[in-house]
């Protein structure tokens, strides 16, 4: 497994453990009210496990597996996965730490942005890669 | 494909059908007449944890670089206590969820507790089991 698709997956996991550990929260708050503040970690729970867990874990293993090329640099300009692999994450902190910043209304939107511009460097990145084996 | 994949993806099938079954009911519930209530939250835990995430489960605990000679999946024991408390936790989530919003605060609401605990420790659990299986070959 090549070194972005360790940190990617790592990631991944460690957003699986605090989102489902919000989660946890949320739901058991649910069921026997702890305190009402606890709502707010909501987005937290939703960007955590979406964009953190999920989409995280799709890239790292996308990363490791799609196709090489038969010249080096055999995975293409790392850099642009590297740069969309950034991206993402600021997008999630953005988003998760919104309804902490109440005088930051425009938090979600550049968190949304960064996440969009994530996600396009990855799939510019990876849309090469996506070929027949050995070519 | 190891037992334990097997069970993990066989079973994430199952939820697949069951959530879209229940989001079918939800959407036709004017046309029926039949409400559950906090039925979307349900409907949205066993398609994202009990479909996508089981599914995730099964396939890394199967393809993820081998942990060592001795232990190639790393603890197959923690494995199943991960596929255990995650359906467990799920089940009771799906059936207290709405059982709790007709009668808060009761018996329920600890059940919703006690779910989100079991929820709680399939996770930690396999991200233990998985962590070190992360690496370069």
Same mark, same amino acid.
């Given at each position: 497994?090549?070194?972005?698709?360790?940190?990617?997956?790592?990631?991944?996991?460690?957003?699986?453990?605090?989102?489902?550990?919000?989660?946890?929260?949320?739901?058991?708050?649910?069921?026997?009210?702890?305190?009402?503040?606890?709502?707010?970690?909501?987005?937290?729970?939703?960007?955590?496990?979406?964009?953190?867990?999920?989409?995280?874990?799709?890239?790292?293993?996308?990363?490791?597996? /799609? %196709?090489?090329? *038969?010249?080096? &640099?055999?995975? $293409?300009?790392?850099?642009? =996965?590297?740069? +969309?692999? !950034?991206?993402?994450?600021?997008?999630?902190?953005?988003?998760?730490?919104?309804?902490? /910043? %109440?005088?930051? *209304?425009?938090? &979600?939107?550049? $968190?949304?942005?960064?996440? =969009?511009?994530? +996600?396009? !460097?990855?799939?510019?990145?990876?849309?090469?890669?996506?070929?027949?084996?050995?070519? | 494909?190891?037992?334990?994949?097997?069970?993990?993806?066989?079973?994430?099938?199952?939820?697949?059908?069951?959530?879209?079954?229940?989001?079918?009911?939800?959407?036709?519930?004017?046309?029926?007449?039949?409400?559950?209530?906090?039925?979307?939250?349900?409907?949205?835990?066993?398609?994202?944890?009990?479909?996508?995430?089981?599914?995730?489960?099964?396939?890394?605990?199967?393809?993820?670089?081998?942990?060592?000679?001795?232990?190639?999946?790393?603890?197959?024991?923690?494995?199943?206590?991960?596929?255990?408390?995650?359906?467990?936790?799920?089940?009771?989530?799906?059936?207290?969820?709405?059982?709790?919003?007709?009668?808060?605060?009761?018996?329920?609401?600890?059940?919703?507790?006690?779910?989100?605990?079991?929820?709680?420790?399939?996770?930690?659990?396999?991200?233990?089991?998985?962590?070190?299986?992360?690496?370069?070959?």
């Amino acid at each position: 497994m090549p070194l972005l698709s360790r940190w990617m997956v790592k990631f991944a996991l460690a957003y699986l453990a605090l989102g489902f550990t919000l989660g946890g929260l949320l739901l058991a708050n649910k069921g026997v009210p702890i305190h009402p503040l606890l709502w707010r970690l909501l987005p937290a729970h939703q960007e955590f496990l979406i964009n953190g867990w999920m989409v995280h874990l799709a890239l790292g293993v996308a990363f490791w597996i /799609l %196709p090489r090329f *038969a010249q080096e &640099p055999k995975r $293409g300009n790392t850099q642009l =996965a590297w740069i +969309g692999w !950034v991206l993402l994450n600021l997008g999630i902190w953005g988003i998760s730490l919104s309804p902490y /910043l %109440p005088g930051w *209304a425009w938090m &979600p939107i550049l $968190g949304r942005l960064f996440q =969009a511009g994530g +996600g396009l !460097v990855f799939a510019l990145y990876a849309w090469p890669r996506v070929k027949p084996s050995g070519s | 494909m190891p037992i334990l994949t097997r069970w993990y993806v066989k079973t994430s099938l199952l939820y697949l059908v069951l959530s879209l079954l229940i989001g079918l009911l939800n959407t036709i519930q004017p046309i029926t007449g039949l409400s559950v209530p906090a039925v979307f939250p349900v409907y949205l835990h066993l398609l994202t944890i009990g479909w996508l995430t089981l599914l995730i489960f099964g396939v890394v605990f199967w393809m993820f670089p081998k942990y060592s000679r001795e232990q190639p999946r790393r603890s197959e024991k923690l494995g199943w206590v991960v596929y255990v408390t995650v359906n467990l936790g799920l089940v009771l989530r799906a059936a207290s969820e709405p059982l709790n919003s007709l009668q808060p605060g009761g018996l329920w609401g600890w059940m919703l507790a006690l779910s989100a605990g079991l929820l709680w420790i399939a996770g930690i659990m396999f991200v233990i089991n998985t962590w070190g299986r992360v690496k370069e070959r």
